[in-house]
Structures are given as structure tokens and as C-alpha cells.
């Protein structure tokens, strides 16, 4: 029998022909990453073990992305220890303010994820990096430490699931649709400590930002990582950003998966998570009659310039509906200076919406965005539990950028083919 993609990976990471699932390994690590909230915490047990240097420091990242821009005393402690940990260690992949991005879009905009890599991350939305064909997965802060420590970590093979795509999506539908279906369909302990492993001639179709907003969110189907076979945009996108050498692994033809899904992307509908869970979704076609207060469009899972710009066509021309909050935060710095340069920031303002520096801060609740007793946000974020984004009785829906343009203008969750027509065809 054959090894998956993931599991090939892992193969050569551990410098074993071949690995099985349920088998323990410990395997090198091509990068390491932490945020603001994780990190403290690893930088502690890193100076327990008495180590006065990381393995490697090239193949370190850390990202303050979460609390920040500082939204109080104990956030701007928290950065000033990663800080000085990242200057004293000599640490090369140090990202703040001015610099910095949300983590899961900055990294590959930097470079530092490509196919083949084996990345461990102390934020479970790691699996982001799946998109470029490279094994990633979130870890705690003690794995992290050790990791930054030895250069290896301990884990489990998974065995897999098979997701072949075919044909093509309709207008307004992108890939933030087709992982809120599939979490809808197999639940949110669908995939869990499994690989979700995408192919077939549908991929194609796809764009890189619909590839990383899928592999983002695997993990809230319980996924250990979800991943994508490396095709001719997937290179194009590394020789514009990689820094390293890749190595690209396909499945085996007689690679054992425990399932094979097949999904026609022509009849994927716009798709809402109602509360509380990723895995209660509904087609645009069936939420009946939701009022909304809040609009997030941004962070690690739509946050991205073609993300941006989806917003943009629908809302440019019109004005954000009374009482409405629009909430808008570019995934980088990069994404965010193209979006001014493109016009999208001014179609965005001029709708109404108010744009921020690059955070995670509403996605958790953090910051800028709180939610009240009783409010309801159309989030294009990753998660829908309680207390979320705010209050215990608040609700978060989660959706597609278009969708949640579409709320911004009516009030209410909303086809934005009702809005903006057939086709998604056309500029800002």
C-alpha cells in the first residue's frame, strides 16, 4: 500500500522509507512559529531546558498578531518579552507593527512556507500552509518550545481523507463555500486527527487565496492537517514568494484513504455556519430572515486581497446600511498598501466600512469589535462559538466575503447575487 501526500512528508522527514498511520515519529522541522498569545508562554519552557540558543535561526517565526496593535498593558508585556527573546537569540523572522501581518497570511507572503516543509505552529490554524503542499499543523506552547529547542517534534501519522474536486464554481462562490460544506457534511469531528487531502481536475479552478482559506479551516473539521497536491499555480505562487528550496510529494496511486469524497464545485451555494458551531451551515437559499449589527471581513481565513476585492465590487457605489458596523482588516501590510493602490481601501471607506491596521483582534474577541449582549455578526473568520467575538449571548455567523458585503448593504444575511448581480466578473 502506498503513503498519502502527509504521509510522505513525514517520511522524509524522519528519514524513514516509508511510515503507517498510528505510528510515532519524530521528525525535523523546517520552521517553527508562535503569536503574541502562545509564545510567552513557549519562551518560558524554552528557558527551562537551559538552552541558550534555538536550532536554527532562520527557521523561527514569530508573529505578535493577536493582542496587537497592543490593546493593554499586558499585551504590550507580552511583545516586549518576544521582543527581546527574538533580539537576543538572533532570531531573523521577527514580525511587528509596520512589519507584520496576521501570521497565517503573512508566512507564506514571506516566503517561509513551501511544498515538502513540515511547519509546526502554537496556533491551531496552521494547517493554512496545507495550501502549498507542505504538512502543517498547530501545536501547544510546550511543543513549540522544544521545537524551537531541538528542531524536531513528536507525532502521530494520520491517516487520511480523499477530497477530489471537480468543475468549477459559480459566481459569488469561492472557497470560504466549499469548507463551510464540507465541515457541514462530515462534522466538526469529521477529519479528526486525520489529513484532509485535496485533488482532482476541479483544483485547477481554484485560486491560491480559495486553497489557503480551505486548508485554513481543516482544522475545524478536527483535522490534523488539511493539504493540497502542488499544480502549476501553487508553483507560480512559490517562485514569486519562496525564499528556499521546495520538494513536492503526490500521493501514491494506491495511497490508502479511509474516504473518498467526491465534490461537483458547480453546485456549491453560498454557505452560512449559523451559531455555534462551523458544522451548522445552511445555503444562502434557506437562512430566512437574519438581521445582522456587525460585518468582520478579514483575518487568517479571508482576509487576503482577492478577499478584499469581492467585498469591494459589491459594496463600491453603495452605502453600508444604518446601524450597521463594517468592520474591514487586510491579512498584511502588503495586502493592505495593494488594496490602497488598487482603490479597494477607498471603495471600502467611501461604503462606509471602517479599515484597520492587520490583526487578529475581533476573530477571538480580542480586541476592536467586541460583541454586546444580543448582537449578531456576519464574520468571514473561522469560528462561531459561544462568547466568540464577545458576549455569551452574542451569535456569529460565518461566511464568504460576499456574503458578508452583502449583509453590510441589507441588514440581513443576504445573496449577494441579489446585489451585484450574475456575474462576478469586472473591477471595483
Known amino acids: ?31 517553527v512559529l508562535g503569536n503574541d498569545i502562545t509564545t510567552p508562554v513557549a519562551i518560558n519552557e524554552f528557558k527551562k531546558t537551559g538552552c541558550s540558543q534555538v536550532f536554527d535561526r532562520k527557521k523561527i517565526a514569530i508573529v505578535p498578531d493577536h493582542f496587537t496593535p497592543n490593546k493593554d498593558l499586558k499585551a504590550a508585556e507580552q511583545c516586549r518579552q518576544m521582543r527581546e527573546f527574538a533580539h537576543e537569540l ?12 496576521i501570521e497565517h497570511c503573512l508566512i507564506p507572503e514571506q516566503g517561509l512556507a513551501v511544498p515538502g516543509d513540515l511547519i509546526i505552529g502554537a ?23 522544544a521545537g524551537m529547542a531541538t528542531g524536531k517534534v513528536w507525532l502521530k501519522v494520520p491517516s487520511a481523507l480523499k477530497f477530489v474536486l471537480t468543475n468549477q464554481f459559480q459566481p459569488w462562490v469561492s472557497g470560504k463555500d466549499l469548507i463551510l460544506h464540507i465541515i457541514g457534511m462530515i462534522g466538526v469531528d469529521g477529519a479528526r486527527y486525520q489529513s484532509m487531502e485535496f485533488m482532482g481536475e476541479g483544483l485547477s ?45 503526490a500521493p501514491d496511486a494506491d495511497a490508502d484513504y ?33 438581521e445582522i449589527d456587525q460585518v468582520v471581513i478579514g483575518s487568517c481565513t479571508n482576509g487576503r486581497l482577492s478577499d478584499l476585492k469581492v467585498a469591494a465590487q459589491i459594496l463600491k457605489g453603495k452605502k453600508v446600511k444604518q446601524g450597521v458596523r463594517v468592520l474591514v482588516f487586510p491579512g498584511t501590510q502588503r495586502i493592505y ?5 488598487e482603490g479597494i481601501i477607498t471603495a ?4 462606509g466600512a471602517a479599515v484597520s491596521t492587520p490583526t487578529c483582534g475581533p476573530c477571538l474577541g480580542g480586541h476592536m469589535g467586541i ?24 451569535e456569529v455567523y460565518l461566511a464568504s466575503p460576499a456574503v458578508a458585503a452583502a449583509a453590510a448593504l441589507t441588514g440581513k444575511l443576504t445573496d449577494p447575487a441579489q446585489i451585484a448581480g450574475s456575474s462576478a466578473e469586472g473591477g471595483i
Do not use: W
Open 205 to 249: 479552478s481554484l485560486s491560491m487565496d480559495d486553497r489557503f482559506t480551505i486548508a485554513n479551516m481543516a482544522v475545524e473539521a478536527g483535522a490534523k492537517n488539511g493539504i493540497f497536491l502542488v499544480d502549476e499555480k501553487t508553483i507560480a505562487y512559490v517562485k514569486e514568494h519562496a525564499t528556499k528550496p521546495h520538494q513536492v510529494y
Open 258 to 290: 479511509e474516504e473518498e469524497y467526491e465534490i461537483d464545485l458547480s453546485t456549491i451555494r453560498p454557505t452560512v455556519a449559523f451559531p455555534h458551531l462551523p458544522s451548522n451551515t445552511r445555503i444562502i437559499d434557506e437562512v430566512g430572515e437574519v
Open 337 to 341: 498598501l495593494q488594496a490602497l493602490q
Open 1 to 31: 500500500m502506498g503513503m498519502t501526500m502527509s504521509q510522505k512528508i513525514l517520511a522524509a522527514h524522519t528519514g524513514l522509507e516509508r511510515v503507517v498511520p498510528g505510528q510515532l515519529i519524530e521528525a525535523n522541522l523546517d520552521l
Open 348 to 351: 471600502l471607506v467611501e461604503a
Open 123 to 145: 496556533d491551531s490554524h496552521t494547517c493554512t500552509y496545507g495550501a502549498l503542499g507542505a504538512f502543517a499543523t498547530g501545536v501547544g506552547s510546550t511543543d513549540m518550545a
Open 90 to 101: 538572533g532570531i531573523e523572522h521577527y514580525f511587528e507593527v509596520g512589519a507584520m501581518g
Open 371 to 394: 460583541l454586546a449582549r444580543g448582537e449578531k455578526a456576519v464574520s468571514t473568520t473561522n469560528r462561531n462559538f459561544v462568547g466568540r467575538m464577545g458576549h455569551p449571548e452574542s
